[in-house]
């Protein structure tokens, strides 16, 4: 059993989720490995240690387990990886061992998530991607906040994009990205719009949505990782990574909050979350946008997994999200003509 004595949470070794008079039996619909993983607290057996701490003061930490967790992902989907500059940009070209001929000239852009103010060189994203999908992912090493607050990371994307498109035609490229690389993802493409710069042919904004500052209902339920976990702190904290990345910029700026702009003509878009995830909400909510703007939108929620759970890319549930991935970019990027 864990307990978290903040909230008076407890979760059984079954999965059974008390809080308070509320009981929440193991889920049932999802693989043995991810009842496993719904149960186990991240911290262990007792509550997490109090921590004042703002998010990227952890960031040394969360490197070398977000390298870790990259090596261990090649390892498990074999690839090469190259560390190169795109527009200046820092940058990671993941390339599966064999490339498929279908994809030829296809190329995918990945944002990584981490909240804005960590995650660098992180390739757990990329890596199950490029090897399913036989297809080249150019991951981006963006600039993170508090240092470099918005607009910084977009300009960053935006400047591996132009260095995309000298190379490939904006049909043969997509971009996606989860959590805080999901809506940089929305970012860049209000960006690209208000630049008049050619869209990409299909995008993927998984378990984030079209505006950092208003997260939904389900961010004031569920923490990082599900019931475990505290909620993410309001905007206006200042240990707040939201807070970090917005800096002194209008939160209302349609180029910030790409749902308060206008959505027709967005190229289709693909969105993951879970049902115990922070960010379903904001998924869902930006799902609806999409809609009501006529964009062909698809939205997968993955019953009882918290948010982002294919960072665990052993869960049964996560190489079904990565299978999602692969089938949609495939289905939505042009081929290569002739021997280009």
Request: proline share 9%; with cysteine.
């Amino acid at each position: 059993m864990a307990e978290d004595r903040k909230t008076g949470l407890v979760v059984e070794k079954d999965g059974t989720v008390r809080l308070g008079p509320r009981v929440m039996p193991p889920a049932a619909e999802v693989s043995d490995a991810s009842r496993a993983f719904l149960a186990t607290p991240p911290w262990g057996e007792a509550s997490p240690p109090p921590s004042d701490l703002p998010m990227w003061a952890m960031r040394e930490a969360t490197d070398q387990m977000m390298k870790q967790l990259s090596d261990a992902a090649a390892e498990a989907y074999p690839v090469d990886i190259e560390e190169i500059e795109v527009g200046g940009v820092r940058c990671h070209l993941v390339k599966p061992k064999t490339l498929r001929s279908e994809s030829r000239g296809r190329v995918l852009m990945n944002l990584h998530g981490g909240g804005f103010v960590l995650g660098s060189g992180c390739l757990v994203e990329a890596i199950p991607v490029a090897h399913d999908a036989g297809l080249p992912v150019l991951a981006v090493d963006y600039r993170l906040a508090p240092e470099h607050p918005y607009p910084a990371a977009v300009d960053d994307a935006l400047a591996v994009y132009r260095g995309m498109l000298d190379h490939h035609p904006p049909d043969q490229i997509g971009v996606y990205g989860a959590s805080a690389g999901g809506f940089l993802t929305a970012q860049l493409v209000a960006r690209l719009r208000a630049e008049g710069l050619p869209l990409p042919a299909a995008i993927g904004v998984f378990t984030a949505g079209g505006d950092v500052g208003h997260l939904g209902e389900s961010a004031h339920l569920f923490g990082l990782s599900g019931f475990f976990g505290d909620v993410l702190l309001p905007l206006e904290h200042p240990a707040s990574e939201r807070r970090a990345y917005l800096g002194d910029h209008d939160p209302d700026d349609p180029l910030y909050a790409p749902i308060r702009g206008d959505l027709r003509g967005w190229p289709p878009a693909l969105l993951l979350t879970g049902g115990r995830d922070a960010l379903l909400s904001a998924t869902t909510l930006f799902h609806r946008a999409l809609r009501r703007a006529e964009v062909e939108a698809e939205l997968y929620v993955f019953e009882a997994m918290p948010h982002a759970h294919w960072y665990n890319f052993a869960l049964p549930e996560a190489q079904e999200a990565t299978d999602v991935v692969v089938r949609f970019f495939l289905e939505h990027l042009a081929a290569a003509k002739g021997d280009a």
